[in-house]
């Protein structure tokens, strides 16, 4: 019984011993120096053109975007004719995508047969969008045809120059109508609308939506000429005029409208 206690003690004393000495060894280790938070910065962005919270990106979507910058954000020509493999359109400039699917919160939101659309090509020129626009290839063909049959023309009867830049937004966007929390599903949410805020000419002119609308000017009525040509290919158009939430840019798409999806919103 006596030896059974004494070494109950003597494990003790030990525990305890060992316990002081990680104290001692941890304090003596020096604290890691203190860094500032660096200050937070906001991604600029077109005005009027609206832009969801960005969500945290899954491993995968961590590693494609890894990818994509090691490549200097261009895609390259195998991905672009892969992409033209399943997407035919005649003058656009198309890189390939990956599936676009909807988020846990919206899970009607994605595009079936997603693709990059750079920008297009008329003649030898090439218009572009700042950055790749993830769309539909059913709705890229209705937008490159605007783009290359319309407004490239137009700004060549106006200003004597083709467009440059169309400045967009990225095209998909998972989110309700006007960024509503509830309401009908954005066609945005299914890759089959965009939003142009202003062209930038080949000769270094602008031509802004919110600034040059309604003026009896060159800008005033290329932007009257392309509105109205839109409006013979999208079913939904929205400007100026239509409302606050499009004043400052161009809303086109090709959403159904009516029981046999023939009503045309054109304002």
């Not at 316990?19 to 910065?41: M, N």
């Not at 600034?211 to 000429?225: A, C, I, Q």
Request: hydrophobic letters at 35%; aromatic letters at 6%.
């Amino acid at each position: 019984m006596l030896n059974n206690m004494t070494g109950k003690i003597i494990l003790s004393a030990t525990f305890v011993l060992a316990t002081l000495c990680l104290t001692e060894l941890s304090l003596s280790q020096p604290a890691p120096d203190v860094k500032p938070i660096e200050p937070l910065t906001e991604d600029r962005f077109i005005e009027g053109v609206d832009v969801p919270p960005s969500k945290p990106k899954s491993n995968q979507e961590a590693e494609r975007s890894v990818e994509k910058s090691d490549q200097g954000g261009v895609p390259d020509e195998g991905k672009r004719a892969q992409a033209s493999l399943k997407c035919d359109i005649p003058g656009a400039l198309i890189s390939s995508s990956s599936s676009v699917a909807g988020t846990s919160g919206d899970d009607d939101c994605g595009i079936k047969d997603p693709i990059m659309l750079e920008g297009v090509v008329v003649g030898n020129n090439a218009a572009k969008f700042p950055a790749p626009v993830t769309i539909s290839c059913e709705f890229a063909r209705k937008l490159t045809e605007w783009l290359r049959e319309d407004i490239v023309p137009a700004a060549e009867d106006q200003f004597g120059s083709a467009v440059a830049v169309f400045r967009s937004g990225p095209g998909y966007q998972c989110r309700r109508r006007n960024n509503l929390p509830d309401g009908k599903l954005s066609e945005h949410a299914l890759g089959k609308a965009i939003d142009i805020s202003a062209f930038e000419i080949a000769d270094g002119s602008l031509v802004s939506v919110s600034k040059d609308w309604g003026e009896d000017t060159k800008k005033g009525r290329f932007l009257k000429t392309i509105h109205a040509l839109a409006c013979r290919r999208f079913t939904t158009v929205l400007g100026p005029d239509a409302d606050p939430n499009h004043k400052s840019h161009f809303h086109v798409d090709i959403g159904c409208h009516g029981k046999t999806c023939t009503y045309l919103i054109c304002q």
